[in-house]
């Protein structure tokens, strides 16, 4: 039974789309937050690990980019996994103020051995609602909306900036 209050058909369209997308992804996000907890780390310990692991060794600041993270969070994220033997920071000899992250042994073990299963579990849950071309058109419409709206969020920025 529908309860909303009625805004108009664009209104309704919107509205009702932000509110099914929200819920997919925080249910999505609970899901695959619960696999990550069986490797025994957290959702911004994988982010990292992953990101190495792909991407190479990086800078903090890097990391925080990749993993949409504050710096002080990202610095406790890179201790306790420093702390577990599975990422070094090495001195950057570009720069020795800054420091260089990367995964080491025991940590590239672990991204080899976690990213394979933590892949095929979000494929599994993708898969089990949605078809390839779904999934392809639900990919193309959601990289459409995110630049649309990173895009108003820049002309945002600058109009503050302007007025400041």
């Not at 909303?4 to 992804?25: E, H, I, P, Q, S």
């Not at 990202?74 to 306790?80: A, E, K, L, R």
């Not at 993708?126 to 709206?149: F, H, M, P, Q, R």
Request: glycine content about 8%.
């Amino acid at each position: 039974m529908k309860t909303t209050k009625k805004y108009g058909r664009k209104a309704d369209l919107a509205l009702g789309m932000w509110v099914k997308l929200a819920r997919a992804a925080n249910t999505m996000s609970t899901l695959t937050i619960r696999d990550i907890a069986t490797y025994g780390l957290t959702e911004a310990q994988f982010g990292v690990i992953e990101a190495l692991g792909h991407l190479g060794p990086m800078k903090v600041g890097e990391l925080c980019a990749k993993n949409l993270s504050s710096g002080g969070n990202m610095t406790v994220v890179v201790d306790n996994l420093e702390r577990d033997g599975l990422v070094e920071r090495i001195r950057s000899v570009n720069d020795r103020r800054a420091y260089i992250v990367q995964l080491t042994a025991k940590g590239k073990t672990l991204f080899h051995d976690t990213f394979v299963k933590h892949a095929k579990f979000v494929t599994d849950l993708v898969y089990s609602a949605l078809s390839d071309e779904e999934i392809s058109n639900l990919s193309e419409l959601l990289k459409k909306l995110g630049l649309s709206l990173k895009d108003r969020l820049k002309k945002t920025e600058n109009t503050l900036r302007e007025d400041n």
